[in-house]
C-alpha cells in the first residue's frame, strides 16, 4: 500500500471532463477544559467541587475533574497527517434530495380559539382567555342538552367534549346516533430540517497495472476515512469523529450542481468483478464498483441556500455528454 495523499481514476484523460473531488477536512476538536464546560461547572456549583473534595479553583481538584493533557493514541501512519483527496470521474444520475419535515397537531376547540384569537392580532392576554373560555362545554348548550335532549348541534357537541374524557363508549354512542364528531381542527406544524445524505457509485475497469493499485489505494482510502479512531485504554472507551469530506463536482473546471456542506462517510460498498470472475495477470481485479453513501454535518437553512447563490455556485444548463 502506497502512502499517497491524493488519488486520481481514471489516470489517463479520457475525454471526458466531469470530475468530482473528495478532500478530508480535518477537525480541530477542543479538549473539556477548553470548552464551556468548565465554565459551567464553576457557575453551577459557586466554586465548589461538586465531587466534594474541594474547591474547584484547588489545582489538584482541577486536575481529577479536568484532566492535565489529551487523550494519549497510538501513532497512525504518516499519510494522515495532512488532508487527503480522491478524483473521481463525474457519475451520472446524480440525486440531490432536500427536504423539511411536517407533522400533524389537533387543535381541538381549545387551540382553534386561540389560533382564532392569534390570527385577529389580540393581545397575549386576550389570545389566553379565547383558550380558557373553551376549556368547558357551554353552559347553555350543557342546559339544553339536560332540558330538551340532544336536538341542536350545540348540545350534541356539549355532550360529545363531556363523555370524551369520561367514557369513550358513550361518546361512541353519541357520535354514531346524532352523527355528529368533534372536530379536531388538525394542522400541519413545522416539526424540523431533514438532514441530506447522497450516495455516489463508480465502476472503476483498470487498463494498466498503474491503475489496477491506484483503484486499490482509492478503496483503502475510503475505508479508512469512514472509522473512526479508539481511545488507547484497554477497553477502548471512547471514538474520535473522523474526518469530514468536502465534495466538489466540476465540469471543465466549472462547479456543476448544488452545493453540499462537509460531510460524514457513512457507508462504502465495493464488489469485485460484479460481471464476471476474471482477473489480470498480477491477480487484480477485472473491474471493481464502488458506492459511497455521505451525510451531511448538518441541516440546511433558507440562508444556506441563499448564500450558495450568491457564491456564484454556477449550474450550466449543459453539462456535457459521454459520462462513464
Partial sequence: MTLNRNFKFPLEDDGYKGRITFETVQENYKTLPETVFNGLIESRTGGVDPVGTGSTDDPTVKKSLYGTQKTQRGPL??????????????????????????TNVDLGIIGQGAFNAIQAGQSGRSVLGAATSNLLPDFTSIQEAFNFGLRSEAAQVAALRLTSKLSPEVQGAIETGTGIALNPNRRSTLRGIGVRQFRFTFKMIPTSPEEAREIKDIVQFFREEMYPDTSNDALNAALRFPNKFKIKMFYDSKKVATKILPSFL????VVYNSTGMSFHKD???QETDLSLSFIEERALTKRDIINEV????VLPSVIGTGAR
Avoid: I
Fill in 283 to 285: 491477480g487484480s481485479f
Fill in 77 to 102: 501512519p504518516p499519510r494522515f497527517d495532512k488532508r487527503r483527496k480522491a478524483t473521481l470521474y463525474l457519475p451520472g444520475a446524480l440525486q440531490f434530495q432536500d427536504n423539511v419535515e411536517y
Fill in 310 to 313: 450568491e457564491s456564484d455556485y
Fill in 266 to 269: 457513512a457507508n462504502v460498498d
